[in-house]
């Protein structure tokens, strides 16, 4: 008991953390909620180190992923097998924070604690990125979406960058606390100042001049649960309404949620809906049989366009193993098991390039960069959130909205069945937004470029982040080097 107290820093620090997210957002606490645990893990033992951070990643995962239960509930019908998920997310989950701990550790025990916010850093890169597990959830400085003047500096390196320095933040409070002398913490501060500045300064650049008129399609209609026939026509009113809105607005482009087309061999798709030549439109559905993808389909009065999806989500669009793990035939998918597109697309709609990002993929800062390069003008997420209404998901959701506009510095629409739906300026501002659960048709003028300009250099922040891991494993061992290597100097100097 007395060494399961002894890891309190690690449950503190995730208590502060997970209290900058939903219900309580209170978001500066990003910059101090590490303390805790790195003033800890100065002191700690190897050990010690890696219980620290697994507690960390305990508490702080399976509050991150309870929407997970309740999700699983509700497909299943089965609530003992709801939580295997969940306990499984958080006891896997918090592995990756055990990580963390050992080594920050490490850092600090070679007298480099300059490594430890790239070291968080890489952590997050890692599990954002990893092979089947790949899911850049409750990030640390998420909760910061709200400020967008403190966080441009996503622009030049991703989410990433600002989550370092929110990791930075601990860091010099950590040092302030242990009372450290300001020859040591001065290069700490002046980072952060200087990273700080360089945000307000980004943040000052104008937009362009140009404006888009775009309607943001949010049907009001619950497309995860219920009557099947029922959703379908409600869909069908719905999206009618909201292509007149569209057209008596004068919008040149209509954007509504994935989700709306059954699968067809070809073009256009089936959906629920008459299609327009007065207002070009961009929604999701599924597209071909077999194999079956999720797509974005586009229709601007004169030709179809699909992009398909190349991010799926595990559980929820293919279950790993069904076919030799028994239990797993109980996940009863609604859209089957699906295959991952290829190649990831833009559609062009009457000479402007919009990037799709369906859903899951809107989650992913490299997939709304590559659409930059792609040369898209907009971004646009579909998705169905439906799925975690009652929880604390759809409002985590609707943040990666701001975050990829700041990373690529292109405006995005977000176009969501029930909500959460919004417009996004170049710089993350809110624009216009809808109330959840409503059906709306959100007008709004978004500033759009004649091209994209993703900054050129944005890839190599978190590849240096997760380079830092192996640094951090070695780094012992260079300063064990460095010592003997200025003692035998040393030594050579007295002979």
Not at 16 to 37: D, E, I, Q, R
Not at 55 to 69: E, I, N, S, T
Not at 115 to 144: C, H, K, N, T
Not at 429 to 451: F, H, N, W
Request: aromatic share 12%; with cysteine; proline share 7%.
């Amino acid at each position: 008991m007395r060494r399961l107290a002894s890891l309190w820093p690690g449950a503190a620090s995730a208590v502060l953390v997970l209290a900058a997210f939903p219900p309580l957002n209170l978001a500066l606490l990003v910059f101090v909620g590490l303390v805790p645990l790195l003033l800890a893990l100065m002191k700690s033992s190897p050990r010690r180190a890696i219980a620290l951070g697994y507690v960390f990643g305990l508490v702080y995962m399976l509050a991150q992923m309870f929407w997970l239960q309740a999700l699983v509930v509700r497909w299943t019908n089965d609530v003992a097998l709801s939580f295997l998920p969940w306990i499984l997310a958080g006891l896997i989950g918090a592995w990756y924070f055990a990580l963390f701990g050992w080594l920050a550790n490490r850092c600090f025990r070679a007298g480099m604690p300059w490594m430890v916010p790239l070291v968080w850093a890489g952590i997050e890169v890692f599990r954002s990125y990893i092979p089947g597990l790949a899911f850049p959830w409750a990030l640390l400085s998420d909760p910061l979406w709200r400020a967008t003047a403190l966080i441009q500096t996503a622009y030049f390196g991703s989410i990433y960058v600002v989550s370092a320095w929110c990791a930075l933040a601990s860091l010099i409070v950590a040092f302030w606390i242990e009372r450290e002398k300001w020859k040591v913490v001065r290069p700490y501060a002046t980072a952060f100042l200087l990273t700080t500045a360089l945000s307000f300064a980004r943040y000052g650049t104008p937009l362009p001049d140009k404006k888009m008129k775009v309607t943001v399609g949010q049907p009001g209609v619950d497309m995860a649960f219920g009557d099947a026939d029922k959703r379908e026509e409600d869909l069908g009113v719905a999206v009618h309404h909201l292509m007149q809105v569209a057209i008596r607005t004068n919008s040149s482009l209509l954007v509504l949620p994935e989700g709306l087309a059954d699968a067809s061999d070809g073009l256009p798709p089936n959906a629920p809906f008459a299609i327009t030549d007065q207002v070009p439109v961009l929604f999701g559905g599924k597209r071909g049989k077999n194999p079956p993808y999720q797509s974005a389909f586009s229709y601007d009065g004169e030709k179809w366009q699909y992009a398909d999806k190349t991010r799926l989500v595990v559980f929820g669009e293919y279950v790993p193993g069904r076919n030799w793990i028994p239990f797993l035939s109980a996940f009863h998918l609604p859209s089957g098991d699906l295959v991952a597109g290829e190649k990831l697309g833009v559609v062009d709609i009457r000479g402007t390039k919009v990037g799709p990002l369906i859903c899951f993929e809107g989650l992913f800062p490299d997939l709304a960069y590559r659409q930059a390069l792609n040369g898209a003008q907009m971004l646009a997420i579909l998705s169905i959130d439906d799925w975690y209404m009652g929880t604390s998901a759809p409002e985590q959701l609707k943040s990666e909205a701001v975050w990829r506009a700041v990373e690529t510095g292109l405006p995005l629409v977000r176009s969501a069945s029930l909500g959460y739906s919004l417009a996004v300026d170049g710089h993350g501002r809110v624009l216009s937004e809808a109330p959840i659960g409503k059906t709306i048709a959100l007008y709004a003028e978004v500033p759009l470029p004649d091209r994209a300009s993703p900054f050129p250099l944005y890839p190599i922040f978190p590849a240096v982040s997760l380079l830092s891991l192996a640094g951090a494993v070695f780094a012992p061992k260079l300063k064990r080097r460095e010592a003997v290597g200025a003692a035998a100097k040393s030594k050579k100097g007295r002979k």
